[in-house]
């Protein structure tokens, strides 16, 4: 598990000082995987590195299994960071040495013996499927396999932790989804706690079990995925469940409602009881529906015609499970 506690980050300039990291606080269960997304210069490397203990942070804890990184002495350090797992942007790989070299390195640090190592770098390799690439060098493997060779270096030391800074950003979409079911299938089979930082929302809706929002070294929204994207007007939400474009001009003849709700199961559509209930046509101007963390999600903004109350619809609405407000009124 990883548990960090109002960590903060200050950079000495000259002349001033930047706050990368303003006080954050996230924790990451084992066996799920936690997202973190954000702008560039949101402070999402800045989290990783302090995480890993690549830059020490100014202030707060980073508690890997109750072991708390930031107070332990440099001995103590090293070996705590062996229960920690690593996957960077690019794979980072030596280029002189062969790929089961490359995966072992970690272990040769530590003194493990040759045969261990040998035999350890040959598990891995085969578990993130290159079972035949030990001897290859990495100017031979293709983006994809290079990344899943910094997978199996990350598991050398048989971490409990894995920290993935944007692991599929120089990936095609086809390695990325592959690279990302790898992760997802390595997170169930070895009980990890992984946190992935990312810029990608297409990574937060494909594998995350929980998101945060971190924005100018600050965490502004966090919690379980689907209940982030479950609340109305958040910027998860939104970012999450993105509406397509529509043209302003839909709403000459009535009032614009957004609505949000998740499937239910043996219950019709929200809308289409709506539609029922007081016999018009309510269309949807834009809509998206996203299967998230195992439930059903639809947005949607509907047009109310004129002739027919939008505060009734949307108290119906309230009264049948789904959020709605005057579009105009949803927080943006």
Sequence with gaps: ????????????????????????????????????????????????????????????????????????????????????????????????????????????????????????????????????????????????????????????????????DEPTSALDPGTTGEILDLISALKARLGLAVLVITHEMGVVKRICDAVSLLDEGRVLESGPLTEVVGTFGSRLSETLLALPPHDPAEAAHGTLIEVLYRTLPDAPPRLTAAERHFGVDLPVVAGTIEHLAGTTFHRARVLVPDGTDADVVIAFLHAAGADAARATEVAR
């Design 1 to 164: 598990m990883i548990a960090v506690t109002d960590l903060r980050k200050v950079y000495s300039q000259p002349g001033r000082e930047v706050q990368a990291l303003a006080g954050v606080t996230l924790s990451v269960p084992d066996d799920s995987v936690h997202g973190v997304i954000g702008q560039s210069g949101a402070g999402k490397s800045t989290l990783v590195r302090c995480l890993a203990m690549l830059d020490r942070p100014t202030s707060g804890t980073v508690e890997i299994n109750g072991v708390d990184l930031t107070s332990v002495r440099s001995g103590e350090l090293r070996r705590a960071r062996r229960r920690l797992g690593v996957v960077f942007q690019h794979a980072n790989l030596f280029d002189s040495r062969t790929v089961a070299a490359n995966v072992a390195y970690p272990l040769e640090l530590a003194g493990v013996g040759r045969a261990e190592r040998t035999a350890r770098a040959t598990e891995l390799l085969g578990l993130v499927g290159l079972a035949d690439a030990g001897q290859a060098h990495p100017a031979q493997l293709s983006g994809g396999q290079r990344q899943r060779v910094g997978i199996a270096r990350a598991l050398a030391t048989e971490p409990d932790v894995l920290l993935c």
